[in-house]
Every structure is written in C-alpha cells, then in structure tokens.
C-alpha cells in the first residue's frame, strides 16, 4: 500500500483562492496529468447519554467521556467504507454499513456533523495528489491535499519524501495548517518491537482522515 500524508488548510476567507493557487502552482512546477474526479463524506455521531436516575446522580461524582463514531467514504476505495469508533478502524462494506448505522441512530447514537469534499485527482511520477475543498453544507471548511507516494509501503521511508513535496509546493503556512501522519502498524512484530519497520494500510489513510475531520 503506498504511503498518504494529508494537509489542510482551515478557511480563511479565501479558500477557494487557495485551493486554485495550489493547483497553479502544481501544475507550474511539474505539469501532472488530470486523472480523476474524487470526493469525500465523512460522519461524525455521538453516544446520547443514558438517562440519569437520581441514585446514578449522586453515586458519579464526575460524568463519562463521551464516545463518538465516524465513517468515511473516500471515491477511489468504493467497495470500503472506513468506520472508527474507541480508537478501533475497520472496513466495512454498504450493506453492513446500512444495517449497523440504522440500529445505532436508533436512540443509541445522534448525528453530530456531517462534511462533504469534491475535487481533481494529479497524477505525476511517483506521487499521486488530490486536491479539494471542505465544506459543511454550504460553510466552507477548508482545503485539504492528500499526498500519495507510490514507490514505498513504509512510512519511514514515505512521510519524509511526501514532507518535503509539499514543502516544494510552497503550500501556505501558520498555526492552524495541520499534516497529518498516522501510525501504521509494525510489520510482524508485537507491541514491543517499537524499531520494527512500519508498514502502511489503507486503514492508516482512513485514521489520517478521521483525525482530520473529526471537530472540523
């Protein structure tokens, strides 16, 4: 699986001027090829508390964390649907995903927020990118690049590559512009073999986005 690394750009009232400066500059600099249109819808649902009952009032001295649920749809994965709940990131496919969040609305869970994204997928050499800007509803989130490096399954090897990419583009900067590198799993070793070579999966590139998306 190749390696991703996610930038965002929150709004500043110039979004989508931004948006078009980074397709500008990227096509100046390396003249990619327009592939594909790509899109993104990401769910976020919290836990609805229970009903208090008098005796559960005074024995909880403080109340729980609430626990939230996302899911993703990313176009270019249409037969997966990433689902992130306690930390835990899985797969699923439409059916499952239809049958597990009818039962969750149902009283168990409440729709949060709900945040859409549309744009071009550049592919050049080694790298594959993908531009877009977020929205929820008609609020203009920001502008989001994901980075795609190819030739490498190791994020060792690939964030520093994909790093120093966007820092050719010359993308804007300052305190709220994240990136966003997840931590893949350690390829045959338990939790103890820490120097163990970590390969990447199309699930670190679902929790890339989740933690992204997650309060926008």
């Given at each position: 699986?190749?390696?991703?690394?996610?930038?965002?750009?929150?709004?500043?009232?110039?979004?989508?001027?931004?948006?078009?400066?980074?397709?500008?500059?990227?096509?100046?600099?390396?003249?990619?090829?327009?592939?594909?249109?790509?899109?993104?819808?990401?769910?976020?649902?919290?836990?609805?508390?229970?009903?208090?009952?008098?005796?559960?009032?005074?024995?909880?001295?403080?109340?729980?964390?609430?626990?939230?649920?996302?899911?993703?749809?990313?176009?270019?994965?249409?037969?997966?649907?990433?689902?992130?709940?306690?930390?835990?990131?899985?797969?699923?496919?439409?059916?499952?995903?239809?049958?597990?969040?009818?039962?969750?609305?149902?009283?168990?869970?409440?729709?949060?927020?709900?945040?859409?994204?549309?744009?071009?997928?550049?592919?050049?050499?080694?790298?594959?990118?993908?531009i877009a800007m977020?929205?929820?509803?008609?609020?203009?989130?920001?502008?989001?690049?994901?980075?795609?490096?190819?030739?490498?399954m190791y994020l060792?090897?690939?964030?520093?590559?994909?790093?120093?990419?966007?820092?050719?583009?010359?993308?804007?900067?300052?305190?709220?512009?994240?990136?966003?590198?997840?931590?893949?799993?350690?390829?045959?070793?338990?939790?103890?073999?820490?120097?163990?070579?970590?390969?990447?999966?199309?699930?670190?590139?679902?929790?890339?986005?989740?933690?992204?998306?997650?309060?926008?």
């Amino acid at each position: 699986m190749p390696v991703t690394g996610l930038y965002f750009c929150p709004d500043s009232g110039t979004t989508q001027a931004t948006a078009l400066a980074i397709r500008d500059r990227l096509s100046k600099l390396y003249q990619p090829v327009i592939s594909a249109k790509w899109s993104l819808e990401h769910r976020l649902l919290r836990e609805n508390a229970p009903p208090q009952t008098p005796t559960a009032t005074t024995t909880s001295s403080q109340p729980s964390q609430p626990r939230f649920l996302q899911y993703l749809d990313l176009s270019y994965h249409p037969a997966k649907k990433f689902c992130l709940v306690d930390k835990t990131i899985v797969t699923l496919d439409d059916a499952f995903e239809q049958i597990l969040t009818a039962k969750l609305q149902g009283g168990l869970w409440g729709m949060r927020q709900t945040l859409k994204a549309e744009g071009e997928t550049f592919t050049l050499e080694d790298f594959r990118i993908r531009i877009a800007m977020l929205s929820q509803g008609t609020v203009i989130k920001g502008v989001l690049v994901e980075v795609e490096y190819l030739p490498c399954m190791y994020l060792e090897q690939g964030e520093g590559v994909i790093r120093d990419f966007i820092e050719q583009l010359g993308l804007p900067s300052g305190g709220n512009v994240r990136l966003y590198f997840s931590q893949a799993a350690k390829v045959g070793g338990g939790a103890d073999d820490s120097d163990g070579p970590r390969e990447f999966s199309i699930l670190d590139t679902g929790m890339q986005y989740m933690e992204l998306l997650r309060f926008r």
